[in-house]
């Protein structure tokens, strides 16, 4: 890539402008309920709703953009907070792609192959939801009751995987992160402390982790 500055900022003018029309896109359904049949909940119950998701979910706002930057990029960002699903398909396929292409992430190069993954996500995962939006709900039904108790178990199989596909390229970096993730489980649970302190300090010690092994080898170097 010639120019990296370049291709960013045009990402960023791009995504702006997608982010803010997919934004206004999420009011239509309701806009249309309410012009067409009336339907609209109290003011009050909106606020209510929305405190309890900010609650709920407000620091995930904030903890997963940061935590997946580095891995999406600047337009693979913007794509994966519209469509969805950054932990457990978009990271995924980026990793994915990335690997395939023989690129490194965080790198304009490795940014370019996100954009790729990740669209390519996005528009599978568009076919098989709508596949499954129509037929699914009969088709789960029909599977034995031992595969679907196992659909819980996914989302955990994805984490480890992407763990795992990421800590071969840091070794040192990614067994040291495990087991300080799990020293800060033991004292956090025993200490009763939230679930989303635990979650910021795990990715901050991650973090200095990484530094820490980057200064060593800039000093070795």
Known sequence: MTNPEAYRQKCIKIGLVSVTAAIIANFCPA????ITYGVMPPFSDLIKLWTVAAFTFGVSWFIQPTTFFSLMGVSGTYIGWVTGNCADIRCPAITMAQKVAGYEAGTPEGDVMATMGITASTFTSICIITFFAVAGGELINQLPPFIKAGFKYIL??????????????HLKVGFLT???AV????????AKVPNWILN???ILGGVLIARIDFKSKQKKA
């Open 200 to 202: 910021i300090a795990i």
């Open 156 to 169: 955990p199989a994805v984490f480890g995987a992407v763990y795992t596909q990421l800590c071969t390229k």
């Open 183 to 190: 020293i800060l489980t033991y004292l956090f649970k025993t």
């Open 31 to 34: 806009i249309y309920f309410y």
């Open 178 to 180: 495990i087991i300080l």
